[in-house]
């Protein structure tokens, strides 16, 4: 199973606390870039793999999708995103995203936000993804950038002239990454880009779209803090085609 | 028209000397994995997009392509070629690739090798290539890796236990580069992967394989100086269909 650090007390109470948790879909600065890629939810019945508080499944029935399934592995978040939605074309379901286990042919669209680099087995969940997804129907997901996750040390170093700049090693050398971000020892998988593509070809996935989010000069100038996103990538954003 | 930096007499005289000049494919170490993504080459007509010496124009030959044309903005390098040939079925033509006129749909395979990073206009020869290709036909090409381009001044860190980082900044800031490789002022172009890629898909390609060129183990045991392309991707190797 998928080490579920957002169940882990002191984790969560980090997580609760960060932009995204408080603000929803319109604080994650990538959504607007994450949204441009999506089809018009319309009539389509979504899965959500790794669904958290539930923004996403909230906006996806708000935008008048047929039916919307939540899955994550953390009956905390699960239990919030249950008590923010009077919905009834929402169903949110406790899953280990390892050991998916869907209808065949039943979704017209999987969506997944920065959850798959928790993934050990990607073959694996591709494959079931491919499996539950209509044929010619969508798989739009966000995963930390690879360049973001390769390093030993990941963080910023600060040039003579005042400029950010992000140390990357290791990036061949694929596996596990351990990191303290909000949490003592939470575990992601690095994979190269590469890995990543090649991964969801093999599954026979086509891919229609690649974004490594950075920010546009409007939202630099709203929130200047976003301005080291331009020095090195940190998400990417895929769509892909069943 | 693209900078002609290969008759530049100081540019030249130090790319004759770097090893893939004089050992050809097989002092190239990513030619393995760029091998591994060809198709068999007997009976294909094969164009080449920046032929340099014709090392792979030859290869192709001798693996029984039907015919190979071999094309370069440098007539230093075509001369070269056409003195270390005696195939009939090799043809060499002076091109500028911003500029590129070939037959429609003629060609079985297309082949560039590091050069596309000098493109200024990507989407236009995205285009020519498509549509030199018979339908179902691939193109394969390797290409500077942007984690390599991309940073203002690109070198390796040195970190206090002696391991080597590459600072990556300005990613996401596309357009020139300019270093002094063999030369001074050499223009190259970055862009990020994910341009690389919808590039290629907004010109009707299918993206089959991507390949962040690493060493093998294999390979580092043999040539120890590889160890650092570990670290950091320096090339990606790609192959799409038409």
Redesign the interface.
């Known amino acids: 199973m998928t080490q579920n650090i957002y169940d882990d007390p002191e984790f969560f109470q980090g997580y609760s606390q960060i932009a995204r948790s408080i603000g929803g879909l319109d604080a994650a600065p990538e959504w607007p870039a994450l949204k441009a890629m999506l089809p018009s939810m319309k009539g389509l019945k979504v899965v959500d793999l790794g669904c958290g508080y539930g923004w996403f499944c909230r906006w996806a029935s708000d935008q008048g999708a047929d039916s919307v399934l939540g899955l994550d592995v953390s009956e905390k978040m699960l239990e919030q995103a249950r008590n923010t939605t009077s919905a009834t074309n929402i169903k949110y379901a406790r899953a280990d995203l390892e050991q998916l286990a869907l209808p065949a042919a039943s979704f017209d669209l999987a969506y997944s936000s920065l959850a798959l680099h928790y993934i050990k087995d990607l073959p694996g969940l591709f494959a079931k993804i491919h499996a539950a997804l209509k044929p010619g129907s969508r798989f739009v997901f966000s995963i930390e950038h690879p360049?973001f996750m390769a390093?030993?040390n990941p963080g910023w170093?600060i040039?003579s002239e005042g400029?950010?700049?992000?140390?990357?090693?290791?990036?061949?050398?694929e596996g596990e990454r351990v990191t303290n971000w909000l949490a003592e020892g939470v575990i992601k998988q690095h994979r190269?880009?590469?890995t990543l593509?090649?991964t969801l070809?093999g599954a026979d996935f086509?891919?229609?779209?690649?974004?490594?989010w950075?920010?546009t000069n409007a939202e630099m100038a709203a929130q200047p803090a976003l301005a080291e996103?331009?020095?090195?990538?940190m998400m990417?954003l895929v769509s892909v085609q069943r």
């Open positions: 360049i390093p030993r170093l040039d400029n950010k700049r992000w140390p990357v090693d290791s990036y061949q050398l190269t880009i590469g593509l090649n070809i086509r891919i229609q779209h690649v974004n490594e950075g920010p996103e331009r020095e090195r990538p990417m």
